[in-house]
């Protein structure tokens, strides 16, 4: 049981280069997130997913783009990379529980550390 | 608006010596606050969830608390291996429930 694994761990790409950051979870989990953690500003969420073929706006979506294609896949993509894209990003999966929407506690992945300069 | 504030921003003990972290929530309807272990370089890993009011959750040196305003994480006699940053999340209200997470407590426990 892996858990949630994140591809790649690290990457360094130029300005306007595009990428795509893939997560995996094998817990079965119905929802899944994707974070971006930068020094003072703590962990921000991009996008998530309620299920399959489902997404969402989080936090700060803007020049990020994701798909669920399938229940146990959620893919991170930067069409045109930035700067200020440059960032530790975390996928989340979580169960989700009785209450309305998903606050069940949710499980992380190693981080994929991108810079672009 | 919601927000979680986390104090110290970093606390640095002695091994053995006793202490606490402390985690304000601002919230419409409370339901759950998340605490979490990361580790330099690695992803947040769950400790606790704490539901209602006078709830409490104990883990080895690490025990968490939960009033109507804050939660505290105690850190009983704790050891060089404590070390990391402490993690506090709430779900939002106004936020379909997605978790706002705290700027973190570093905390170093020199031997």
């Known amino acids: 049981n892996a858990g949630v694994t994140q591809t790649p761990k690290f990457r360094v790409l130029k300005t306007g280069q595009s990428m795509t950051l893939l997560c995996a979870q094998d817990?079965?989990?119905?929802?899944m997130y994707w974070y971006r953690q930068d020094p003072g500003m703590g962990l921000r969420l991009i996008h998530y997913?309620?299920?399959?073929?489902?997404?969402a706006k989080g936090e700060v979506p803007d020049g990020y783009n994701v798909s669920r294609l399938k229940k146990q896949n959620f893919l991170l993509g930067l069409e045109s990379a930035a700067p200020s894209q440059t960032s530790v990003y975390f996928c989340?999966?979580?169960?989700?529980?009785?209450?309305?929407?998903?606050?069940?506690?949710?499980?992380f992945g190693p981080g994929t550390r991108l810079t672009v300069l | 608006e919601d927000q979680v504030t986390q104090s110290p921003e970093a606390l640095r003990l002695q091994e053995g010596e006793s202490s606490s972290l402390n985690c304000s929530y601002t919230v419409s309807g409370l339901r759950g606050l998340f605490w979490y272990r990361q580790d330099p370089g690695k992803g947040p890993e769950f400790l606790f969830t704490l539901y209602s009011a006078g709830e409490e959750k104990e883990k080895e040196r690490l025990k968490a608390t939960l009033t109507k305003k804050e939660s505290f994480l105690h850190i009983t006699a704790p050891k060089p291996e404590d070390s990391a940053t402490y993690l506090c999340a709430v779900p939002g209200y106004n936020q379909g429930g997605k978790l706002i997470f705290g700027q973190g407590t570093e905390l170093s426990v020199k031997p």
């Open positions: 989340a999966s979580s169960y989700p529980g009785e209450a309305e929407g998903p606050t069940d506690t949710q499980y």
């Open positions: 817990m079965n989990h119905e929802y």
């Open positions: 997913s309620v299920g399959e073929g489902t997404t």
